[in-house]
Every structure is written in C-alpha cells, then in structure tokens.
T-cell receptor
Framework: RKEVEQDPGPFNVPEGATVAFNCTYSNSASQSFFWYRQDCRKEPKLLMSVYSSGNEDGRFTAQLNRASQYISLLIRDSKLSDSATYLCVVQTSGTYKYIFGTGTRLKVLA | GAVVSQHPSWVICKSGTSVKIECRSL??????MFWYRQFPKQSLMLMAT?????????EQGVEKDKFLINHASLTLSTLTVTSAHPEDSSFYIC?????????????FGPGTRLTVL
C-alpha cells in the first residue's frame, strides 16, 4: 500500500463548478499535511497547509480527518486557471521528509 | 523570501557522461536540502536528504555511488548523476528546508530536466 494515495483523475469540470479531492495516508504518525499545485513541467508550489480544525483560503478549503487518515481539498467556483495537478503531501513526525501522493489532475473546461 | 534556484534548468547529455545539478538557497541558509526525481505522469519521489557538512542520507533503492550529493555550504547542494543512462532521464527537483515563523517548510527549486541520449 502506498503511503499517500490519491485518485489520479483526471477530473474534468466546467467553469464555476465545485470539485473535491481526497487523499489518504497510511502512517498514523504523520504530523503535517499540505496541498501543493503542480503545473505541467514546473515545480510544485504550496497551495495551503492543512490543519485539524480545517482551513480556508478564498475558494479553497482543506480538511483533515486524523481518525480516518484522510485529507480533502475543496475548490469552489472553479476557474480555467485552476487546471493543474494537485499533490497531497504528508510529513512524518520527527523528520522533515515530505511524502507526495501521485497527484490528481484537474481540467476546468470553458 | 525563501527562494531556491537550480542550475541548469535543462540538460541533454550522451550516455555514459556525468551531469552536475546545483541547488541554491538564495536568501536563506539551509542546513538540509532534499533531492527528488519525477518521471512523466508520476509523483515526486524523494531520492536523498542532503545535510550540510555531513553525508547525504539516501532513500531505499537509490544508488549513492551513482547519485553523488555534496552539501559543502549552507546555501549550496549539488547532485551529480554519474555515468548517466537513458533511464536516468527525468525531472530532478531540489528543495531547501527553511524555518520561518517556527514552521519548517520545504521550498522547491524550479527543477532540472535531464535527457540522456
């Protein structure tokens, strides 16, 4: 079983739609969680950190469920510019290593 | 702040040659840097953790004699792919660990695309 699992997609949604991605992790000792965005042939860029209480940044909302070991990302009012691969990242307690999920591809269609 | 650069951004080389990739933290000091590799349509895979002044720690399955890492200063880590072969063609990305406002976060370089002919 992979340490961090995501549905690879692609998710094809129309502009304005709401889309949600889930990510599961296997190591219960995981401490920190992030969502990164990666555009084609570019480096990943931090979208947001994920906190137990949930957090929101504009159209983006992230949630963490430690009991079920999953993380979610909700994108409201999708824009064409949201088209990218969204990477779930888990950092284990005691190390600074990041474990990346395989990523979920999103295509927002006009 | 927290900008990381990589050089070169792309390189094409012949099979059997060695290629050096540099990773620099431009506006902060990084005692720890990481090297990742990403094959097409796959995610980033951690290759090794680079620690300033000490030997790198390699992930399982990564050959330390093939992927030489040197972290000689607090702002520079280098990855040398020795005797490169076509299967080493990949996107190599480094990151530098920065502690900002009490949070340790990795900041990523723009990546180096290696093509081995």
């Amino acid at each position: 079983r992979k340490e961090v699992e995501q549905d690879p997609g692609p998710f094809n949604v129309p502009e304005g739609a709401t889309v949600a991605f889930n990510c599961t992790y296997s190591n219960s000792a995981s401490q920190s969680f992030f969502w990164y965005r990666q555009d084609c042939r570019k480096e990943p860029k931090l979208l947001m950190s994920v906190y137990s209480s949930g957090n929101e940044d504009g159209r983006f909302t992230a949630q963490l469920n430690r009991a079920s070991q999953y993380i979610s990302l909700l994108i409201r009012d999708s824009k064409l510019s949201d088209s990218a691969t969204y990477l779930c990242v888990v950092q284990t307690s005691g190390t600074y290593k990041y474990i990346f999920g395989t990523g979920t591809r999103l295509k927002v269609l006009a | 702040g927290a900008v990381v650069s990589q050089h070169p951004s792309w390189v094409i080389c012949k099979s059997g040659t060695s290629v050096k990739i540099e990773c620099r933290s431009l506006d902060f000091q990084a005692t720890t840097m990481f090297w990742y590799r990403q094959f097409p349509k796959q995610s980033l895979m951690l290759m090794a953790t680079s620690n300033e002044g000490s030997k790198a720690t390699y992930e399982q399955g990564v050959e330390k004699d093939k992927f030489l890492i040197n972290h000689a200063s607090l702002t520079l880590s280098t990855l040398t792919v020795t005797s490169a072969h076509p299967e080493d063609s990949s996107f190599y990305i480094c990151s530098a660990l920065a502690g900002l406002a009490g949070v340790n976060e990795q900041f990523f370089g723009p990546g180096t695309r290696l093509t081995v002919l």
